[in-house]
């Protein structure tokens, strides 16, 4: 069966534009999660999505990022006015139904780099 | 707040050498979830392992065996006659219980990058 798929898997782009990165998760995976991996700060959690709703949105960084998700499937993430900090890898997860019993394990995409210039 | 400490940052060894990566943790949480992921040159992250805050046995997988002791909030992951194959940078972390307000995010240490030479 297909994995986490994310697109692009490279995106260049100037400072001040808008991005939009986008994630596919393993099919009948109900939570993703986004998480940023960057050089000073490693690996952080960005995001949650349990459906289509996002409970825990607390690891974004700014107004600036916001993310949705559709049909519970395909989330986007989309970073307005882009800034050079914001250039990391952006991994997208998904893990089978949330479940207050034991945590499953999360399964990753291979990212989007994102530099912005 | 959770934290996962990987003090080692990078580590060399000779092929068929035995290798120890470290990961200690602080949670206050009495149900916890802890986590071994590898990441290779392609830059995707594989999870290898997963263990809960009331299972301490050890367990072994092939060349790879995991240690984990509440007592010093270790969780060390050792790869036996270690291989080429085996150079990657390996991710220690820690999630509460999804049951709490945490939904099973993931805390990361910060990486252990390991290089196996012929």
């Known amino acids: 069966g297909a994995g986490v798929s994310q697109s692009p898997s490279n995106k260049v782009t100037e400072k001040g534009k808008d991005v939009e990165l986008r994630c596919d998760p393993i099919?009948?995976?109900?939570?993703l999660y986004w998480y940023r991996q960057s050089l000073g700060q490693g690996l952080e959690f960005l995001i949650y999505?349990?459906?289509?709703?996002?409970?825990?949105k607390s690891g974004l960084p700014s107004d600036r990022f916001s993310a949705e998700r559709t049909g519970g499937s395909v989330s986007t993430l989309t970073i307005q006015r882009t800034q050079q900090e914001d250039s990391a890898v952006y991994l997208c997860?998904?893990?089978?139904?949330?479940?207050?019993?034991?945590?499953?394990?999360?399964?990753f995409g291979d990212g989007t780099r994102l530099s912005i210039l | 707040a959770q934290k996962v400490t990987q003090a080692q940052t990078e580590i060399s060894v000779v092929e068929k050498e035995d290798v120890t990566l470290d990961c200690v943790y602080e949670?206050?949480?009495?149900?916890?979830?802890l986590f071994w992921y590898k990441q290779p040159p392609s830059g995707e992250l594989v999870f290898l392992i997963r263990?809960?805050?009331?299972?301490?046995q050890n367990e072994i997988s092939g060349r790879y065996s995991w240690n984990f002791q509440k007592s010093t909030s270790s969780f060390n992951f050792t790869i036996t006659a270690s291989q080429v194959v085996d150079s990657a940078v390996y991710f220690c972390?820690?999630?509460?219980?999804?049951?709490?307000?945490?939904?099973?995010?993931?805390?990361f240490g910060q990486g252990t990058i390991l290089t196996v030479h012929p």
């Open positions: 099919s009948g995976h109900t939570a």
């Open positions: 997860a998904s893990s089978v139904a949330w479940s207050g019993a034991s945590n499953q394990p999360q399964h």
């Open positions: 999505f349990q459906g289509n709703s996002a409970p825990d």
């Open positions: 949670t206050r949480d009495t149900t916890y979830y």
């Open positions: 972390a820690l999630s509460e219980a999804a049951g709490g307000t945490s939904y099973g995010k993931l805390t």
């Open positions: 263990r809960n805050s009331f299972d301490e």
